[in-house]
């Protein structure tokens, strides 16, 4: 039986049908998804380091970096499906890449929480990191084992590594998903309550009038809305396991996993929080370490 222990190209021995996927990955759209994600990771190095925005900085640019990674290796399997490298490269890496995403999105509640007035907040500002932030990190790795075994049965042809690998890996988007759910929903009740007190609040809420602000609100929901369409469609996908139809429908893939994450990247590179939310910069780092001082100061 073809395998990529035992298939290094497509031959009448190891036909292309034989493969995980079972197609050669389109040049152009995988060659322009790749050039995307490395100008979104050029700019928000280069963004991040001008504003400073460190933390934002370092999980979008490496989710951005992984993803560039991940479609040059696809790139590589148009010319050679049964090029194992490549395609043990781009299991693990876009599978990760949009954990990343999701959790310098989750950075920015925190920030307008600060911004506007915590007392409506059902959590502190700094809980906001301490809760979705490690659930992130907790996906990130539950998905990094997983794709590593997934990747590494290739090698091994052990089936049972192939199936362990995958359910870590489904468990991993699982919780991903449950997470940026509940952070959408605190998110959208924080804005209800906002909305609620508005006569209350007065001048507090004159920056959110401010048109830049407005735009980042804009493209951190629209990244959003794609890195959870992303995440929820690659449930069944990984579900029905490796080689399954879901995985072999190349379209389905490129649209409902690299539009979307192309469509959050662009979003929140375009519309930078550095000069259209400048909290999220270490000018906020001041602020965060008063509220903290006050939190201890106060009688309880």
Same mark, same amino acid.
């Given at each position: 039986?073809?395998?990529?222990?035992?298939?290094?190209?497509?031959?009448?021995?190891?036909? /292309?049908? *034989?493969?995980?996927?079972?197609?050669?990955?389109?040049?152009?759209?995988?060659?322009?998804?790749?050039?995307?994600?490395?100008?979104? !990771?050029?700019?928000? #190095?280069?963004?991040?380091?001008?504003?400073?925005?460190?933390? =934002?900085?370092?999980?979008?640019?490496?989710?951005?970096?992984? *993803?560039?990674?991940?479609?040059?290796?696809?790139? !590589?399997?148009?010319?050679?499906?049964?090029?194992?490298?490549?395609?043990?490269?781009?299991?693990?890496?876009?599978?990760?890449?949009?954990?990343?995403?999701?959790?310098?999105?989750?950075?920015?509640?925190?920030?307008?929480?600060?911004?506007? @007035?915590?007392? #409506?907040?059902?959590?502190?500002?700094?809980?906001?990191? =301490?809760?979705?932030?490690?659930? @992130? !990190?907790?996906?990130?790795? #539950?998905?990094?084992?997983?794709?590593?075994?997934?990747?590494?049965?290739?090698?091994?042809?052990?089936?049972?590594?192939?199936?362990?690998?995958?359910?870590?890996?489904?468990?991993?988007?699982?919780?991903?998903?449950?997470?940026?759910?509940?952070?959408?929903?605190?998110?959208?009740?924080?804005?209800?309550?906002?909305?609620?007190?508005?006569?209350?609040?007065?001048?507090?809420? @004159?920056?959110?009038?401010?048109?830049?602000?407005?735009?980042?609100?804009?493209? /951190?929901?629209?990244?959003?809305?794609?890195?959870?369409?992303?995440?929820?469609?690659?449930?069944? *996908?990984?579900?029905?396991? =490796?080689?399954?139809?879901?995985?072999?429908?190349? #379209? *389905?893939?490129?649209?409902?996993?690299?539009?979307?994450?192309?469509?959050?990247?662009? $979003?929140?590179?375009?519309?930078?929080?550095? =000069?259209?939310?400048?909290?999220?910069?270490?000018?906020?780092?001041?602020?965060?370490?008063?509220?903290?001082?006050?939190?201890? $100061?106060?009688?309880?």
């Amino acid at each position: 039986m073809a395998s990529y222990k035992t298939c290094f190209d497509v031959s009448p021995e190891c036909p /292309v049908e *034989e493969t995980t996927y079972g197609y050669y990955p389109v040049l152009w759209a995988n060659a322009l998804f790749c050039a995307i994600f490395g100008l979104c !990771f050029v700019v928000q #190095l280069g963004l991040g380091t001008y504003y400073k925005t460190w933390t =934002w900085m370092a999980t979008i640019a490496f989710g951005c970096g992984l *993803e560039f990674a991940g479609y040059i290796s696809r790139t !590589f399997m148009h010319y050679n499906p049964w090029n194992n490298s490549a395609y043990q490269a781009q299991i693990i890496t876009i599978i990760l890449a949009p954990s990343f995403l999701a959790a310098g999105i989750n950075l920015t509640l925190k920030h307008i929480v600060l911004s506007f @007035d915590e007392s #409506l907040s059902r959590l502190k500002p700094r809980q906001y990191t =301490w809760i979705f932030i490690p659930i @992130d !990190f907790s996906c990130i790795a #539950l998905q990094a084992v997983g794709g590593g075994l997934a990747a590494s049965a290739g090698n091994t042809g052990k089936l049972s590594v192939l199936n362990a690998g995958n359910n870590i890996i489904v468990t991993g988007i699982v919780l991903q998903v449950v997470n940026l759910v509940v952070f959408g929903a605190v998110g959208a009740e924080y804005a209800w309550r906002l909305r609620k007190h508005k006569t209350e609040l007065g001048a507090k809420l @004159d920056y959110a009038k401010n048109g830049k602000f407005r735009a980042f609100i804009v493209a /951190v929901s629209i990244a959003y809305l794609t890195v959870l369409i992303r995440t929820t469609y690659r449930i069944p *996908e990984m579900a029905f396991g =490796w080689g399954s139809e879901n995985q072999r429908n190349e #379209l *389905e893939f490129m649209v409902l996993d690299g539009l979307m994450v192309v469509i959050a990247a662009i $979003s929140i590179t375009v519309v930078h929080p550095g =000069w259209s939310f400048p909290a999220l910069a270490g000018t906020i780092k001041s602020r965060a370490r008063k509220t903290e001082q006050e939190d201890v $100061s106060t009688p309880q």
